[in-house]
């Protein structure tokens, strides 16, 4: 991304339960949350390893008071679900703790994160297409199993791999057009490779519409 901001938000629905994740993402994502980031270890965040869980408790930055008792998921870029540096914080389920930890994060130097800003940062830095992030909400949001299947699938790339071949097949025969005019003075003839490949299209197209 061009932007170097880091933003944070809950990503567990409001309400009643035992916890709540909340995710910061961006360049100075580790920097940011460890400043009021303790370890129960006495290590630093800065030097966890990438994608590993440590016990600790958010703390205040200026105050040193504890805020919640939490567990840290460090995940280093680009492995992570945006393609940047990455810490999720799993703290317990009330909406009072949840709102300190996300404001003291804040006051570290990140911005509060507008909705699907996450899954835009992952398009943005190519960790998924188009097709896969409109298909995560399709996962979220799916009433019955076969809704649920098929969204999954897409969030794989599934849709994404067929639209992929069919763009491939196109742009040979676009290849192939092309050279026609280069050999019309030669007896060189590519129509039956292009109606081949233009087969091959429907073919796959009427497949998508059979199994979607």
Do not use: Y
Not at 191 to 201: A, F, P, T
């Amino acid at each position: 991304m061009s932007t170097q901001t880091t933003i944070v938000a809950q990503c567990t629905p409001t309400g009643s339960g035992a916890l709540a994740l909340i995710r910061v993402s961006g360049h100075d994502a580790l920097t940011i949350v460890a400043r009021c980031a303790h370890f129960s270890s006495k290590q630093s965040l800065l030097t966890a390893a990438s994608h590993t869980i440590h016990h600790g408790w958010v703390v205040g930055s200026s105050s040193k008071k504890k805020i919640d008792e939490v567990l840290f998921l460090v995940m280093h870029a680009p492995k992570t679900f945006t393609g940047e540096h990455t810490v999720e914080i799993t703290c317990h389920n009330n909406q009072f703790l949840i709102q300190d930890i996300i404001q003291e994060i804040i006051l570290c130097g990140a911005r509060l994160a507008q909705p699907g800003e996450f899954t835009r940062c992952a398009v943005e830095n190519n960790k998924i297409d188009l097709l896969q992030a409109e298909s995560i909400n399709e996962v979220i949001h799916a009433h019955n199993q076969q809704a649920l299947k098929a969204a999954f699938l897409q969030v794989e790339g599934s849709l994404s791999q067929w639209i992929a071949k069919i763009e491939k097949k196109i742009m040979h025969c676009i290849v192939l057009i092309e050279a026609s005019f280069e050999f019309l003075e030669e007896d060189v003839d590519f129509s039956e490779n292009i109606k081949r490949e233009l087969h091959d299209v429907l073919q796959i197209i009427n497949s998508l519409k059979v199994t979607f």
